[in-house]
């Protein structure tokens, strides 16, 4: 597929490529993972935030229960 100009085309990209790569999911469950995840490592993207070191807080937080970090731009957390 070539690359437009269309901006939300030019957003999904990434995804439509994981996707082709990966053969997708195998479950409604793993459909929910991927959207998820895929939505959280491009918000955090886009405010230019380290991907992996977010979704560690994240990970970090539910284990020792406590507030998880927020991708919310005008979150004072």
Known sequence: M??????GERE???FVLWR???FGT?????NVFAEN???VAHTARKQNKNVLR???ACCN????KTEAP????NATA
């Open 54 to 56: 977010f979704l560690t």
């Open 26 to 30: 195998q479950s409604e469950r793993g």
């Open 20 to 22: 082709k790569r990966s």
């Open 37 to 39: 995840l895929m939505t």
């Open 70 to 73: 927020s991708l919310f731009a």
């Open 12 to 14: 999904i990209r990434a």
């Open 2 to 7: 070539e690359p437009t100009n269309n901006h």
């Open 61 to 64: 937080a539910q284990h020792d």
